[in-house]
């Protein structure tokens, strides 16, 4: 299973960000930016996950970091990452499933979005 994501997006960068961006929303990611202009996105409540764990439900918390960087070929290109022990530090095996789970579903999810509206050029997997 890929550990991050490559997202070559196509045409203006900042057009491809506001729709990157939209696509997380549409799952029901918050995006925060950070100093360094990266994003982490997230979802769920960390208190009933803190509480709950992995039995969390859809309240289950879970976040990643999005990387931006400018290929050779002057792309944007966005790395998607996924936090391996933040899964299990809340919620044990189970959170680390769900962690998994939420991992592929939201890429496959941003993907499918991105392509239909030409946004997304190609993706490559990192292990």
């Known amino acids: 299973m890929a ?7 196509a045409g203006d960068h900042d057009a491809a960000k506001g ?6 929303e549409k799952d029901g990611f918050t ?8 994003w982490v996105v997230s979802r769920g409540s ?4 803190l509480f709950l764990g992995g039995l969390a439900g859809k309240a289950f918390f879970i976040s990643f970091e999005i990387t ?3 290929d050779s070929a002057g792309a944007l290109v966005a790395r998607f990452n996924r936090n ?7 919620g044990g095996a189970i959170g680390a499933g769900k962690a998994s789970a939420a991992f592929t579903n939201t890429y496959n999810s941003l993907v499918q979005t991105l ?9 490559i997997a990192n292990n």
């Not at 729709?19 to 997380?24: C, M, R, V």
């Not at 391996?84 to 809340?90: F, W």
């Open 68 to 70: 931006f960087y400018i």
């Open 19 to 24: 729709k990157f961006g939209a696509a997380f």
């Open 31 to 38: 995006v925060q930016s950070r100093p360094d202009n990266n």
């Open 115 to 123: 392509r239909v509206d030409g946004t997304l050029a190609r993706s």
């Open 84 to 90: 391996l022990t933040g899964g299990a530090l809340r």
């Open 3 to 9: 550990t991050s994501y490559d997202l070559f997006f």
């Open 46 to 49: 960390s208190a009933k996950t």
